[in-house]
């Protein structure tokens, strides 16, 4: 589903003009009734919303720590490749 790139103030503004509309034409019970199924909507979009940046965060500190650990090993091998050629160097059989 689209939404389309509006403000804020208009964006709750449209909803504060759908619920006028709504109180004219349901009666108090209606009304509740209604309100009360809206809120239900509204908790399960913002728990769903709410986990799912959760796990977005997770992912993304994952992948940072994946990141950090490759950068780890790639640093220790160049230092390890750079004491294999010193040693390589320094027991070449021309150099005794």
Known sequence: MYFPSIDSFSFTGIAVILG???????????????????NVIGDILS???AWQAVLNER?????KDDE?????IKEALE???DK???WE????????
């Open 20 to 38: 006028f509309f709504l109180t004219n034409e349901f009666s108090v019970n209606e009304q509740a009734a209604l309100g009360a199924w809206f």
């Open 68 to 72: 950090d650990s490759l950068t780890v």
């Open 89 to 96: 160097k320094e027991n070449e059989p021309n150099n005794h």
């Open 59 to 63: 992912f993304e500190d994952k992948e």
């Open 47 to 49: 728990s769903n919303a």
């Open 84 to 86: 294999v050629e010193k």
């Open 79 to 81: 230092k390890l490749k």
